[in-house]
């Protein structure tokens, strides 16, 4: 008979759960698909906890570059470091759990930079987040936690570099994680400069009404992790305002801001602030606020204030009233003087210089509450 937990209810009586295996690695591996997060990653690391993007299961490796898929990982992840990460998942209960998986994982880690592009991974995330009507820039800015609207270029190139380096983690997942096999990981991690080498053990007890799942991560302790990375800023709005140094900068800013907060979603990052919309759909950005202090181009070719859309490309199948709205949106600023035009593929917006959106707030703020407004009702 395996563990069992007790859960204490609010008036007191005690409910257990007894521990149940996973009847297939299958079932396992639909559940980490959906539920990533289940790799603990504030136990990988607790000094700068992982974060997870899924970008394929059943991720193909070929034997060399060009060549026919001979492999597949059961999942191939990306943490916010764009450290690619394999994941095989096992049952306790497979003989191939003591020894074999770790032949397997090690094989794929040695072809995976061979077979393996970031370009190739890139399109592999994003077409599977389109399927799911996912935002692809949505669901990066959200394992990324800076901006709302991340520099997926930049993130990229960062996952090309961890490849041709060879930086890559390796988890091995099951429900039962044998003495034997966390000894072999522990020196394979010990022995790996650039290799990360876990096990996460998920442990899972249920009853009639409920299911307790329980990870613990296994390997790496005579080391220490080496993903920790150094701690980012965090606007806030005290912060952001700050850094307008003329007052009618500032009020201009302020004014927007309190627009958005009132009728919208205001979305800090960590050198800019996103204002989304709220619609029956999901919030999305509308909008993108800069400070001076801010140098260069922000995200797709954003600067200072920035006002247009992002989604209708990756959503062809966009309700057609929400569609015609955005474009509603975005062609009021066309014909603006002051206004220049965002020229990249991503995103239909218009930049707005510091001054000039001071020299005409009221026309900016009425746009904005109005669009806040009718977006909010489709």
């Known amino acids: 008979m395996g563990e069992r937990i007790f859960v204490q209810g609010r008036e007191g009586e005690l409910d257990s759960l007894e521990e149940e295996r996973f009847s297939s690695e299958e079932e396992l591996q639909i559940l980490l698909a959906a539920r990533p997060e289940l790799l603990d990653g504030e136990q990988l690391n607790p000094g700068a906890p992982r974060r997870w993007m899924v970008i394929a299961r059943e991720q193909g490796i070929a034997q060399a570059a060009g060549e026919v898929d001979w492999w597949a990982v059961d999942h191939l992840l990306v943490d916010q470091d764009a450290i690619p990460t394999l994941v095989e998942v096992k049952r306790g209960a497979n003989p191939g759990i003591r020894r074999t998986v770790v032949g397997q994982i090690l094989e794929y880690a040695a072809h995976a930079g061979l077979s393996w592009s970031a370009d190739g991974m890139r399109r592999a995330f994003e077409d599977a987040a389109r399927a799911q009507e996912q935002s692809p820039q949505e669901v990066l800015g959200e394992l990324l936690q800076s901006d709302s609207e991340p520099d997926a270029d930049a993130f990229w190139q ?213 669009v806040l407004t009718k977006l909010s009702c489709l």
């Open 158 to 370: 960062k996952v090309a570099t961890n490849l041709d380096a060879v930086r890559l983690r390796l988890l091995i997942v099951a429900d039962d994680i044998p003495a034997p096999l966390k000894q072999i990981v522990e020196f394979l991690d010990s022995q790996m400069p650039n290799v990360e080498v876990r096990t996460v053990e998920i442990k899972r007890y249920r009853n009639h009404s409920m299911q307790i799942l329980v990870p613990r991560v296994f390997g790496g302790s005579s080391k220490g992790s080496r993903t920790v990375s150094a701690p980012t800023r965090q606007l806030t709005r005290e912060v952001f305002l700050d850094e307008f140094p003329d007052q009618a900068t500032r009020e201009a800013a302020i004014r927007l801001l309190d627009i958005a907060e009132d009728k919208g979603v205001v979305n800090w990052g960590q050198t800019s602030v996103a204002i989304k919309a709220r619609c029956s759909w999901r919030p999305f950005s509308i909008a993108w606020l800069y400070s001076p202090s801010r140098e260069g181009i922000g995200w797709y070719g954003t600067k200072e204030f920035t006002f247009g859309e992002a989604i209708t490309e990756y959503y062809p199948d966009l309700d057609a009233n929400l569609r015609t709205a955005l474009g509603q949106w975005t062609e009021q600023f066309r014909t603006d003087p002051f206004a220049e035009e965002v020229m990249t593929k991503n995103i239909t917006a218009w930049s707005i210089g510091h001054e000039d959106a001071v020299a005409h707030i009221d026309l900016l703020a009425e746009r904005l509450a109005h």
